[in-house]
């Protein structure tokens, strides 16, 4: 492709992520810190001890649920919809391809919300449970604290077209990266600190296969992964008759403790899926180049970016919800079908 092209297909992205960043909705959601302070005093302690269980018991749960809020507000805000089940009359986004085999932790969920309700009968929504076990999951993994605004409602329906075009994929590119989270509202520097989530967690073979094959054609620069860390990650996933349900760490310096060593290893050139690697390689970068530095060196900048855009991103309202939404009884099902399916 001529340079000329290439310009004009970076103008087009950029024009696009603009008209999305002007159209998506960045009015202040009516969320307070004191939602429930009346109606549920204990709310606070009740997500945080559960979610103590669940990380004790798998650290692995606490990239798990903040994965899990990530997919929700990505489609039509954070409003629980990734939580619904299928039924006869609705179809969820469990299936959607960037959710399906992916997205864990929806029994940890059951056992929060059925603790809540034991407490506050039909006051707490499953997306403000949500929202606060994603940050008492960055807590108990060595991550920042941050004050989480609620009074979020719960969906009655579901987009699993949204979810399909919405959703970061792990082979995409810069570009596409940043005109996703621009349509959420969501800037640059936002991106690469909310990127930084990938420090903990584990990802499947098959996000990470055409990064360690090269069955790619992407913008970036070649920066190789070394020749061991590639060794491993092959053996892991062999490019025959392998399990695309096979794991590795996505930070695999540290993949249980919430640092800052996932830009650390950005900067060698050894991020597993190519998505990330791209805030610091694509040509395009120069701004996410920076902040992938910046991240690296100072990990009290990233932690403090961080919670700042963790809460931007729970403040991604669903207008329709607070009409027409509800608090549901059941976190996988809208109330009018909790006891019927």
């Given at each position: 492709?001529?340079?000329t092209?290439v310009?004009?297909?970076?103008?087009?992205?950029?024009v696009?992520?603009a008209?999305?960043?002007?159209?998506?909705?960045?009015?202040s959601?009516p969320?307070t810190?004191?939602?429930?302070?009346s109606?549920c005093?204990?709310?606070?302690?009740?997500v945080?001890?559960?979610m103590e269980?669940?990380v004790?018991?798998?650290?692995?749960?606490?990239?798990?649920?903040?994965?899990?809020?990530?997919?929700?507000c990505?489609?039509?805000?954070?409003?629980?919809s990734?939580?619904?089940?299928?039924t006869?009359?609705l179809k969820?986004?469990?299936?959607a391809?960037q959710?399906?085999n992916?997205l864990?932790?929806?029994?940890?969920?059951?056992?929060?919300k059925m603790?809540?309700?034991?407490?506050?009968?039909g006051?707490?929504s499953c997306a403000d449970?949500?929202?606060l076990a994603?940050?008492?999951?960055?807590?108990?993994?060595g991550?920042?604290?941050?004050?989480?605004?609620?009074?979020?409602?719960?969906?009655r329906?579901t987009?699993?077209e949204?979810a399909?075009?919405?959703i970061?994929?792990a082979?995409?590119?810069?570009?596409?990266?940043?005109?996703?989270?621009?349509y959420?509202?969501?800037?640059v520097?936002?991106m690469?600190?909310?990127s930084?989530?990938h420090?903990?967690g584990?990802?499947?073979?098959e996000?990470?296969?055409?990064?360690i094959?090269?069955?790619?054609?992407?913008?970036?620069?070649?920066?190789?992964l070394?020749e061991a860390?590639?060794?491993n990650l092959r053996?892991?996933?062999p490019?025959v008759?392998?399990n695309?349900?096979?794991?590795s760490a996505?930070?695999y310096?540290t993949?249980d403790?919430?640092d800052n060593?996932y830009?650390?290893?950005?900067?060698k050139g050894q991020?597993l899926?190519?998505?990330?690697?791209?805030?610091?390689?694509?040509?395009?970068g120069?701004?996410?180049?920076?902040?992938?530095?910046?991240?690296?060196?100072?990990?009290?900048?990233?932690?403090?970016?961080?919670?700042?855009s963790?809460v931007?991103?729970g403040n991604?309202?669903?207008?329709d919800s607070f009409?027409?939404?509800?608090?549901?009884n059941?976190?996988r099902f809208?109330?009018?079908l909790?006891?019927?399916e």
């Amino acid at each position: 492709m001529a340079l000329t092209d290439v310009c004009k297909s970076v103008v087009m992205l950029l024009v696009l992520a603009a008209i999305s960043l002007i159209s998506a909705d960045t009015s202040s959601p009516p969320l307070t810190l004191e939602y429930y302070k009346s109606t549920c005093p204990r709310l606070l302690s009740i997500v945080r001890k559960e979610m103590e269980c669940a990380v004790l018991s798998d650290p692995r749960n606490a990239a798990t649920i903040v994965r899990l809020h990530m997919h929700d507000c990505f489609v039509q805000g954070c409003d629980g919809s990734v939580l619904l089940d299928d039924t006869l009359t609705l179809k969820g986004e469990k299936k959607a391809s960037q959710n399906k085999n992916s997205l864990r932790g929806f029994k940890i969920m059951d056992r929060i919300k059925m603790m809540v309700e034991s407490e506050c009968p039909g006051v707490v929504s499953c997306a403000d449970i949500l929202t606060l076990a994603a940050r008492d999951a960055v807590i108990l993994v060595g991550g920042p604290y941050w004050d989480v605004p609620l009074g979020r409602k719960d969906a009655r329906s579901t987009n699993p077209e949204i979810a399909e075009a919405n959703i970061p994929g792990a082979n995409e590119g810069l570009l596409s990266l940043i005109s996703k989270f621009a349509y959420q509202g969501l800037s640059v520097t936002d991106m690469v600190a909310l990127s930084g989530a990938h420090t903990i967690g584990m990802a499947r073979c098959e996000n990470f296969r055409a990064r360690i094959y090269g069955d790619f054609d992407l913008t970036s620069e070649k920066d190789p992964l070394s020749e061991a860390h590639l060794s491993n990650l092959r053996s892991v996933c062999p490019a025959v008759g392998g399990n695309n349900n096979n794991v590795s760490a996505l930070d695999y310096e540290t993949p249980d403790l919430f640092d800052n060593s996932y830009y650390q290893i950005l900067l060698k050139g050894q991020g597993l899926l190519n998505s990330d690697q791209e805030m610091y390689s694509s040509m395009f970068g120069i701004q996410t180049k920076y902040l992938v530095r910046k991240y690296a060196e100072d990990p009290l900048q990233f932690f403090k970016q961080f919670a700042e855009s963790m809460v931007k991103m729970g403040n991604i309202t669903n207008a329709d919800s607070f009409v027409n939404g509800e608090v549901r009884n059941n976190c996988r099902f809208i109330n009018s079908l909790s006891h019927t399916e």
